[in-house]
């Protein structure tokens, strides 16, 4: 069988865990079975050193992208430096001879700048999401996926998510059995339910520049289980309908009913993390009067089911 050869693009200040991933999983250590040639390749061949004391021996340049049949940057450091042109070019070059480009986390921005997503689907790590957006405008960043593939360019989320993203690329062009025996053995899920949304912190606006709509918040709080109309908390602020609608929207960014489910869908990420509370009652203790509304809620919000998200998430005593 001939060996898909991999290029692995390295860097000096490489982040080690990023780079691991790759290395163990198109290698031959966990799988038992030689399917990859890999192959470390830096701006100019030799030993590279992690900001963590971790060293590397990249032992191609930049040329050998080119004859890669995949091609993987695990990492760039600093998003809002254009990369060497000679890795730009030979990207370019990799696609145009029909490789695979792989971008994991921060990696997805040196393909932005190589001009390769354009027009394509991408995805990075969340939290750089105004910066990836800023800069590569041309490219559908979706900020919620693990990974995507728009023909054979693959990108993925932040750190772990490039587990996800490999094992994906296994089973593509080995099959579901191989991936799920790699996987196994590396103790991971070989497929992960939802997307970045769980694991994205999504503060709730709890304390503004406005007096009257603090007051209001603390009072909502207070009340999260009651139901309310835009009505009844005009008449808790003294103020119309529209003036509160205009005031609230100003001070937190979001209307009072996309605060109030904020709210409650974090109160109920606590209660499903910290107990054994039915889902139905959850649902009720935070305020949702359907736990049918509550649960079509949640898995909007969070790409996964109330039940899901205890199940990852949930402290053991």
Not at 31 to 55: M, N, Y
Not at 93 to 102: D, L, S, T
Not at 253 to 263: H, K, P, Q, V
């Amino acid at each position: 069988m001939k060996l898909t050869t991999v290029a692995i693009v390295a860097v000096d200040g490489f982040s080690p865990f990023h780079y691991s991933v790759p290395c163990i999983l198109f290698g031959d250590g966990v799988s038992g079975e030689k399917r990859f040639d890999v192959r470390i390749c830096a701006e100019t061949p030799g030993i590279l050193t992690s900001r963590d004391g971790f060293a590397l021996n990249a032992t191609e340049d930049f040329s050998a992208i080119a004859r890669a049949d995949i091609v993987v940057v695990p990492y760039w450091a600093h998003v809002l430096h254009r990369p060497p042109q000679t890795l730009l070019d030979s990207l370019v070059q990799a696609r145009n001879h029909g490789a695979e480009i792989v971008g994991l986390c921060l990696g997805a921005f040196v393909l932005g700048y190589a001009g390769i997503l354009d027009g394509k689907r991408a995805a990075t790590h969340w939290e750089f999401e105004r910066q990836f957006q800023s800069l590569f405008p041309a490219v559908g960043l979706d900020i919620n996926a693990l990974y995507v593939d728009d023909d054979r360019i693959i990108t993925s989320a932040g750190t772990a998510a490039a587990l996800d993203c490999c094992l994906y690329i296994i089973r593509q062009r080995f099959g579901s059995t191989v991936a799920n025996q790699i996987a196994r053995r590396m103790i991971v899920p070989p497929h992960r339910e939802g997307g970045q949304a769980q694991y994205i912190a999504q503060p709730v606006p709890g304390n503004t520049r406005d007096a009257r709509i603090n007051g209001l918040i603390d009072y909502l709080q207070q009340h999260i289980t009651e139901p309310h109309t835009l009505d009844s908390l005009a008449e808790v602020v003294s103020m119309s309908r529209r003036t509160l609608t205009r005031h609230f929207i100003k001070a937190t960014g979001m209307s009072i009913t996309d605060w109030l489910t904020a709210e409650r869908l974090r109160r109920s990420q606590l209660l499903l993390e910290a107990g054994a509370l039915l889902i139905d009652a959850v649902a009720e203790q935070v305020g949702f009067l359907s736990s049918v509304t509550y649960r079509q809620q949640f898995k909007a919000r969070f790409g996964v089911s109330p039940a899901e998200w205890r199940k990852t998430f949930r402290t053991r005593g």
